[in-house]
């Protein structure tokens, strides 16, 4: 497959898609403070201090890890926060693992995001693909307008991102030529590369909730606002 020239320079233009897809969580939603607005008050109330960035960063080896042996987005959240008991030396409650996905009901969309979903909704077809349960997505969508005409869940495909089978699953149901559009590279821009789809970068300041790697976006840019800007 040809490499091609990336760069923001050349605008994108409307003709050339007929889907935009989304990751959710790091893209549209903040998921770096609303995994800390909930970890670490937990971490604190049992005399557990560490920084911000050990956090996500401890966030970021894990997860993928125990989304790998399967299970719900719940049991995935209760079982990375058992992980991060076990390295930190506490026993959180029932009430703590069950907390952990209830929280995201309080995650909050970036401040650009429901303005430039508003916007790109205008000319194209919006499909979330997101390593999510359903009703948990639901929260989330709620909160940005549901703007999405389709999810396309981990709890639907039985499989995680940067998984390929996600994006085969996008590109079975959606309309017309796909952009996809993220801030991860490890679980999305990778691999929807390797899936011919044409990609964007939303590259937002992160201190490491997900795992770094090289990657050669289609376009980069650093808002979501820039990137509904960008179209010709």
Not at 103 to 116: G, K, N
């Amino acid at each position: 497959m040809a490499t091609r020239k990336k760069t923001t320079e050349k605008k994108l233009r409307k003709e050339n898609y007929r889907t935009l897809s989304f990751d959710c969580y790091g893209t549209l939603i903040d998921w770096e403070n609303g995994i800390l607005g909930y970890l670490q008050p937990l971490l604190e109330s049992v005399d557990v201090h560490v920084i911000d960035e050990w956090v996500l960063s401890y966030m970021g080896e894990v997860e993928p890890e125990v989304q790998a042996q399967g299970g719900s987005y719940r049991s995935v959240l209760a079982r990375v926060l058992q992980r991060f008991a076990q390295r930190l030396g506490f026993t959180p409650g029932e009430d703590d693992l069950a907390g952990f996905a209830a929280s995201i009901e309080y995650w909050l969309p970036f401040p650009d995001t429901v303005a430039a979903l508003k916007q790109l909704a205008s000319d194209f077809e919006l499909i979330a693909l997101s390593n999510i349960d359903d009703d948990l997505f639901a929260l989330s969508a709620r909160a940005m307008g549901n703007p999405f005409t389709q999810l396309i869940s981990a709890q639907q495909v039985g499989a995680y991102k940067p998984d390929p089978k996600m994006f085969a699953t996008l590109l079975a149901r959606a309309e017309g030529p796909v952009l996809h559009v993220a801030q991860s590279r490890f679980h999305d821009i990778v691999p929807a590369t390797a899936a011919g789809l044409d990609t964007v970068w939303i590259n937002r300041p992160s201190l490491g909730a997900t795992r770094e790697v090289e990657a050669t976006p289609t376009w980069t840019f650093t808002s979501l606002a820039e990137f509904a800007d960008a179209w010709s």
